[in-house]
């Protein structure tokens, strides 16, 4: 098989929803959970927690391109959160949980403006997502890699990631691992 992998980054509200569905998408073949965007080098949960150092929960996400396109990828981002409310996912607020898409060349920046002008046309309220250039990645703490996995029962994954899993699960059957 010719893997033409890429490497996606996205930040919607925490991380532990974004890898716990991703981690079920046909073609991407790994996920890392982490910070980007902020001013200090190498941060702590707790550190970005504060909103104060500038960095998103994001998700890092390789892919093989012949299995799923970065467009698909955008899309499926579309459906996870909310891309209309500023700072905000549900209960989690702060800078740490805003929409935002990092680009890793010319050619992810074109398709993420033609996905972005595409949502626009499906939410009712104006879109917030941000649009960035990749910035360092620095993998979260390792108890936050594979969360959801790790512990479906816990309070937040129960009520709030698995129903974003099931969601996706029921909106994507077709792109299933």
């Not at 998408?25 to 702590?44: E, F, H, K, L, N």
């Not at 998103?56 to 499926?76: N, R």
Request: glycine share 8%; proline share 5%; hydrophobic share 40%.
């Amino acid at each position: 098989m010719n893997q033409q992998a890429e490497v996606a980054v996205l930040g919607g509200g925490c991380f532990w929803c974004l890898a716990a569905v991703y981690a079920e998408v046909r073609g991407v073949t790994r996920i890392a959970s982490g910070y980007t965007g902020g001013s200090v080098p190498d941060p702590t949960y707790e550190q970005v927690c504060t909103g104060e150092t500038g960095h998103a929960e994001v998700v890092q996400l390789a892919f093989d391109l012949a299995v799923i396109p970065y467009h698909d990828l955008l899309e499926i981002f579309f459906t996870l959160h909310d891309p209309t409310t500023l700072n905000r996912q549900g209960n989690d607020v702060g800078t740490q949980y805003r929409s935002v898409i990092y680009y890793q060349s010319a050619g992810q920046e074109s398709v993420a403006r033609k996905v972005l002008a595409e949502m626009a046309g499906v939410w009712d309220a104006p879109i917030v997502t941000q649009l960035a250039p990749a910035q360092v990645f620095y993998a979260a703490e390792d108890y936050h890699q594979n969360y959801v996995e790790q512990h479906p029962l816990q309070r937040y994954c129960a009520l709030v990631v698995a129903p974003k899993v099931e969601k996706f699960r029921t909106m994507y059957a077709g792109r299933l691992k």
